[in-house]
């Protein structure tokens, strides 16, 4: 299935409810693949360190800066176990 979504005026866009639902996650991975974007649900207890080099978060959470993946993952298990 092919949706047309519309970015906000901070480049925000949202996923269809369908979508997270069938995902049933709230955690997900963004990586460019030639002109696309492709967005897939993150599984944190089988995130492949190797894949990984630094993660970026939003301006507001980190100063723009990126965490290392080791530190990013342990971060998710912690919100994960606060759920």
Excluded at 13 to 34: H, Y
Excluded at 45 to 59: H, R, S
Excluded at 65 to 75: M, S
């Amino acid at each position: 299935m092919t949706t047309i979504v519309k970015a906000t005026s901070k480049g925000q866009v949202t996923l269809p409810a369908k979508w997270r639902r069938a995902c049933d996650t709230d955690r997900f991975t963004m990586k460019e693949q030639g002109d696309s974007l492709v967005i897939s649900p993150l599984d944190i207890d089988n995130v492949d360190d190797g894949k990984w080099d630094t993660v970026f978060d939003a301006k507001r959470d980190n100063g723009g800066k990126g965490i290392p993946i080791d530190e990013f993952i342990a971060l998710l298990h912690k919100i994960a176990e606060s759920d």
